[in-house]
């Protein structure tokens, strides 16, 4: 594997100015080389042009010359708009929202507009949903209905959000929470402030029409299934909770310097999008929200994710592509992408791939990333039915801490369980049920992974591949996990390298377990085939 630049080189302090500080007057234009050192691009270990920046005319108006007020109870909704419209119609520039604190609905982001927020600017999206239309759109990978996101674009290019400010989506107006995830007294408070409980008494929802689009959702996640009307939709609006930040079809989109929070479900998910740079924003979501995922990058080409901190409710930075036939049929792999200098705190996984990644990921330079706490480190998940190929993914330096299930992770029975891991199974006669490999088995492979460092770790590594089509071609160099209470469990994979591999097991046992493997190679040594008797051995 190829060793890349780690750290982004200092430019001239002119040329800095602009990013560091966000100021009112800063040049209208922005250049990769501002955001990363170009170099990095001739030293992937994969052929990827350089991201293009939005450029923006020199050009700007303030929200307060269109009527916004920064009280808290008035709806800034239209003012903000109106200057977004007014902006794009003279041919680009910037919108300024100074300090204050604004109240809003829904903002729609077009083509040529730099939204920019001054030091000490809170925007706080209203927690009326009836500001929020029910439009047709994409949510987890299917083409469904939801409510309008806080902030939207759509076929916009040359777009940006960047300063200092803060866009809060009210998201706690509108999520689902588990009971288990709050204390009694917090329990008992958000039951007393409203809304229903399911029968179960295990979940509360803001309205019974979000309980019924629930029930709807049954094992299709969170898209409501059957013959429903406009009137059905409306009743469950509570239900069709949004994305806080939904861009969709854009093209040179940048988002700095900016803090996303409390979203509804998903915080920022670009979708169908090219040349997007997310650079030294912040998202912050409750740990506790579901679904509350800091940055789904679905089907897109071109991407910097760098110098951003991420503390999420569900997974930290995710890659997607589309869910089964609906994914593949639209076969946009989202691909050519770099993520570095990132920080993650909570979370369900620091960097993921899937499970809806139907159309593909590839092409992945994953590098000097920090994990603290999420639940997973690094996680690939899918299962049958997806189809999709994911490869050439190559991650490096990374630092995890208090992981309390796997340091990494691929899980191809995401929701279930494969050969050998439940107890109760009968390996014989799933032998014989294996299915045939199809446009709907996914593929994993050609994935390279070195220099990672874990202190605290439920597994260390566990690979759960299907059988039909293992996981191939996966190389570990340089891993060391330390107060694991589990080792290395490897389980359908064929061609895994491993080199210099540590483990230190809080209580006495083996460090590595394999179980139908095939040409598994550790420090030079190989194993050519390992059957469902499985091996158990130390690095």
């Not at 500080?21 to 350089?50: H, Q, R, W």
């Not at 809806?356 to 299962?383: A, Q």
């Amino acid at each position: 594997m190829i060793t890349l630049i780690k750290k982004i080189l200092l430019l001239p302090a002119a040329c800095l100015i602009p990013f560091l500080t966000g100021c009112n007057n800063c040049p209208s234009t922005a250049t990769v080389e501002e955001i990363i050192d170009p170099a990095i691009y001739a030293s992937l270990p994969f052929k990827m042009d350089k991201v293009e920046q939005p450029t923006f005319p020199d050009y700007s108006v303030n929200i307060i010359d269109f009527g916004a007020k920064p009280d808290g109870i008035t709806l800034n909704t239209k003012a903000i708009n109106d200057a977004i419209k007014q902006v794009n119609e003279k041919g680009g520039g910037k919108v300024i929202i100074p300090e204050g604190l604004w109240l809003t609905g829904p903002i729609e982001l077009l083509s040529n507009v730099n939204l920019y927020t001054e030091k000490n600017a809170l925007v706080l999206f209203s927690a009326d949903h009836s500001l929020y239309p029910i439009i047709n759109t994409s949510f987890e990978g299917l083409k469904t209905r939801r409510c309008q996101s806080p902030l939207s674009a759509r076929n916009a290019e040359n777009i940006a959000i960047t300063g200092h400010g803060v866009f809060d989506g009210n998201g706690d107006t509108w999520r689902p929470t588990k009971k288990d995830k709050l204390t009694e007294g917090q329990w008992n408070k958000l039951v007393a402030s409203g809304g229903v409980v399911d029968a179960d008494g295990r979940i509360w929802y803001p309205s019974e029409g979000a309980l019924k689009g629930a029930i709807l959702s049954k094992d299709n996640f969170n898209v409501p299934r059957g013959e429903l009307t406009d009137a059905d939709w409306d009743y469950m609006r509570d239900w069709l909770r949004p994305v806080l930040l939904s861009f969709i079809k854009c093209n040179k989109v940048l988002l700095e310097g900016a803090t996303f929070k409390n979203s509804p479900s998903w915080c920022l998910h670009p979708l169908s999008c090219e040349n997007i740079t997310i650079n030294k924003v912040t998202v912050s979501n409750p740990w506790y929200s579901q679904n509350g995922d800091a940055l789904d990058l679905e089907s897109c080409n071109k991407a910097l994710i760098v110098n951003n901190s991420f503390d999420a409710g569900d997974d930290g930075i995710c890659l997607k592509s589309g869910k089964d036939e609906q994914g593949r049929k639209r076969g946009e792999p989202c691909q050519n992408v770099i993520v570095m200098n990132n920080t993650v705190l909570h979370g369900h996984g620091g960097f993921v791939v899937g499970s809806e990644m139907s159309g593909g990921v590839n092409n992945i330079y994953v590098d000097n990333c920090t994990f603290m706490g999420t639940d997973v480190g690094l996680r690939f998940k899918s299962n049958r039915g997806r189809g999709g190929l994911v490869e050439n993914i190559y991650i490096s330096n990374i630092n995890m801490i208090n992981i309390p299930n796997e340091a990494l992770i691929f899980n191809l029975y995401y929701g279930g369980k494969g050969r050998g891991e439940d107890p109760n199974q009968d390996d014989k006669k799933v032998e014989t049920t294996i299915p045939p490999v199809t446009e709907e088995t996914p593929i994993f492979r050609n994935i390279f992974i070195k220099d990672v460092t874990c202190n605290g770790a439920g597994r260390a590594v566990f690979f759960n591949g299907l059988p039909e089509m293992r996981i191939q071609n996966i190389n570990m160099e340089n891993i060391i996990v330390s107060n694991a209470k589990e080792g290395v469990v490897l389980s359908e994979a064929d061609e895994v390298n491993m080199k210099n591999i540590k483990i230190e097991l809080l209580k006495d046992g083996n460090s590595l377990k394999m179980q139908n493997v095939s040409n598994v190679t550790i420090d030079g040594k190989s194993h050519a085939e390992i059957g469902a008797a499985g091996e158990e051995l130390n690095f």
